[in-house]
């Protein structure tokens, strides 16, 4: 199976801030990473797909980057309905696996 | 408007039996591949399974720690995915999602899920 680890598990920002979650993968594969965010008591909400294409009304204050192993989500300025909690997921190969999630937090 | 609703959680014994089921609307079903993922209270997601769509003979693959308990199947006449979740454990303790995939075999729209509570 594929792990998948995110870092860091939490972080605590201000609303403005510049956010950078990362993920990697125990192998490649290539670009099949998607990233969701969740909000406590709710379904999660896809956000990126292909690694970096943002899905139908998400906003382009989110963007994703990265190939092979290593992934990136970056929020450029945060807001507070940006307080929650995202996930990584590869979707190269069986079992489908996600990271562990992280959890943003206000500072 | 793409719309999945779930049913058919609830309390059930270890080693009980029960059957889920998502409705979908708001786009043609037939034409997409669908999955289940489940979270455990207070943990990360979980892939459950997948079916493909018709063009792909409605193939089904499986997350090891439910394989031979449960099965996916869908009926498109219906707008209907089902989980059939049988030899149940308290690990199966979840909220159940379903979900669809986008042309890009990525998940897309989740369903607001349903909670199954697996206890004596």
């Known amino acids: 199976d594929i792990q998948m680890t995110q870092s860091p598990s939490s972080l605590s920002a201000s609303v403005g801030d510049r956010v950078t979650i990362t993920c990697r993968a125990s192998q490649g594969i290539t670009n099949y990473l998607a990233w969701f965010q969740q909000k406590p008591g709710k379904a999660p909400k896809s956000l990126i797909y292909a690694a970096s294409s943002l899905q139908s009304g998400v906003p382009s204050k989110f963007s994703g980057s990265g190939s092979g192993t290593d992934f990136t989500l970056t929020i450029s300025s945060l807001q507070p309905e940006d307080f929650a909690t995202y996930y990584c997921?590869?979707?190269?190969?069986?079992?489908?696996?996600f990271g562990g999630g992280t959890k943003v937090e206000i500072k | 408007e793409v719309q999945l609703v779930e049913s058919g959680g609830g309390l059930v014994q270890p080693g009980g039996s029960l059957r889920l089921s998502c409705a979908v609307s708001?786009?043609?079903?037939?034409?997409?591949?669908m999955d289940w993922v489940r979270q455990a209270p207070g943990k990360g997601l979980e892939w459950v399974g997948r079916?493909?769509?018709?063009?792909?003979?409605?193939?089904?693959e499986y997350a090891a720690s439910v394989k031979g308990r449960f099965t996916i199947s869908r009926d498109d006449s219906k707008n209907s995915l089902y989980l059939q979740m049988n030899s149940l454990k308290t690990d199966d303790t979840a909220v159940y999602y379903c979900?669809?995939?986008?042309?890009?075999?990525?998940?897309?729209?989740w369903g607001q899920g349903t909670l199954v509570t697996v206890s004596s």
């Open positions: 708001g786009f043609t079903f037939s034409d997409h591949y």
């Open positions: 079916t493909r769509n018709k063009a792909n003979s409605y193939t089904t």
């Open positions: 997921q590869q979707y190269k190969s069986y079992p489908l696996t």
């Open positions: 979900v669809r995939e986008n042309s890009r075999n990525s998940f897309d729209y």
